[in-house]
């Protein structure tokens, strides 16, 4: 069965900080993953998107990584902000079905003065 | 540019009423998602429409319907509200390739007493 685990499920940091959240797929064959930022009583926004052939991808101070053969996945945040404070979804794409991606819960992240 | 809207934001219902949940983009995206998210899981995909006239059941169908007469809207269903239905519900939309990703409407706050 398809399916996309994240961890820690919730994670607390002072702001400044640096944080890695984690996510483990089973989906294989793979199109892409992706990671999504969702602030709270928000959609969820697109932060960074990595084909199977992709190893990293930065956007601004979120850098994922994505190791197709061992199907781990990583963001790392860079010297935090109290924005940064939401949660934070791995979504993964299907080959043979795009259309039905598959969502993981989510990482809950708190940025505190 | 509005991106994807959804109405209301939120809604209480009583066992055995019906609702619409509206959904509408200006991004002249072919497919369109409904959504919806419980505390502590991922996203669970309800319907999806690959185009006007075109829909197709997800993984949680069960108790909605939905149309697709134009491309901007597609509109969710709930016939008979039972307490299983209380969550918080996304549209989304994407192009055919979901190469730029999902955009995700506000969401609709959904309680069944």
């Known amino acids: 069965k398809n399916q996309v685990e994240q961890s820690p499920q919730s994670l607390i940091i002072l702001e400044g900080k640096n944080c890695t959240l984690q996510?483990?797929?089973?989906?294989?064959?793979?199109?892409?993953l992706r990671w999504y930022k969702q602030d709270t009583g928000r959609g969820p926004v697109s932060l960074t998107i990595?084909?199977?052939?992709?190893n990293t991808k930065s956007n601004g101070r979120y850098t994922a990584t994505l190791d197709a053969d061992t199907k781990q996945s990583s963001l790392h945040i860079t010297a935090s902000q109290l924005s940064d404070s939401a949660s934070y979804i791995c979504?993964?794409?299907?080959?043979?079905?795009?259309?039905?991606?598959?969502f993981g819960p989510g990482t809950s992240l708190s940025v505190i003065p | 540019n509005a991106g994807v809207t959804q109405t209301p934001k939120f809604r209480i219902l009583k066992i055995g009423q019906s609702m619409t949940l509206q959904c509408t983009q200006d991004?002249?995206?072919?497919?369109m998602y409904w959504y919806r998210q419980d505390p502590g899981m991922g996203l669970k995909l309800i319907y999806y429409?690959?185009?006007?006239?075109?829909?197709d059941k997800g993984e949680v169908p069960n108790g909605y319907n939905v149309s697709r007469s134009t491309t901007e809207d597609f509109p969710l269903r709930l016939e008979l509200a039972a307490p299983s239905q209380t969550s918080v519900y996304f549209c989304?939309?994407?192009?055919?390739?979901?190469?730029?990703?999902?955009?995700f409407g506000s969401g609709t706050r959904l309680t069944v007493v």
């Open positions: 989304a939309s994407s192009y055919p390739d979901g190469g730029n990703g999902y955009t």
């Open positions: 996510c483990n797929y089973t989906v294989s064959p793979f199109s892409n």
């Open positions: 990595m084909t199977f052939s992709e």
């Open positions: 979504v993964v794409s299907p080959k043979t079905s795009y259309d039905k991606v598959i």
């Open positions: 991004m002249n995206h072919n497919y």
């Open positions: 429409s690959v185009g006007a006239g075109i829909t």
